[in-house]
């Protein structure tokens, strides 16, 4: 039985740090100012028919703070790379030059700024809702196994080690909300 607790815990802790991760992953996403090939994630390419992850049909480089240099890997993929960004509505502009496309990725205004918090928070917030559910599921599992014979002790210590958990976890994203919020607002 005990084994069992430690395996609820386990896959609590688990759902918590993919949780974390998701998150990480999706403030990378997120524009602060500074030029990132983070930026450019999620962007297919058609690929001779096949939508294909700009990563894998390009080097992306960020020569200075304020651009982005997207090179591809075949001359005729400068067109459809082109196309690509732009309908991903990031709001850049790529300049092709006949050998790479240079992205002059622009200042922030303040009222962007702004947006782009509420939008860490709204980010902050889902990953929060994850932690809850990993939570209530571990809970549950942990008062189904009492019905089967866990005694109330084991059980009552087990619940508070998954509160432990949540609320480690919640001061992790408390903390990548902060970091984020600052670089998004700094000038």
Do not use: C
């Amino acid at each position: 039985m005990e084994e069992d607790v430690q395996l609820v815990l386990d896959i609590a802790e688990e759902k918590m740090e993919k949780a974390l991760i998701y998150l990480s992953d999706e403030l990378s996403k997120l524009r602060a100012g500074k030029a990132s090939p983070h930026m450019l994630d999620g962007i297919t390419v058609d690929y001779y028919g096949a939508n294909t992850p700009l990563t894998q049909v390009s080097n992306i480089n960020t020569p200075d703070p304020r651009s982005i240099t997207v090179q591809p890997w075949e001359k005729n993929m400068l067109e459809p790379i082109e196309k690509a960004i732009l309908h991903a509505n990031l709001g850049f502009n790529p300049v092709n030059n006949g050998e790479i496309l240079r992205i002059v990725v622009p200042a922030l205004t303040e009222e962007r700024r702004k947006n782009l918090v509420k939008q860490v928070k709204g980010e902050g917030e889902n990953a929060r809702v994850s932690l809850r559910n990993a939570r209530r599921e571990a809970n549950e599992e942990l008062r189904k196994m009492q019905k089967d014979g866990l005694p109330e002790d084991v059980v009552k210590r087990a619940e508070q080690e998954v509160q432990k958990l949540t609320d480690n976890f919640s001061k992790k994203v408390d903390e990548l909300l902060e970091k984020k919020e600052e670089d998004i607002m700094t000038i």
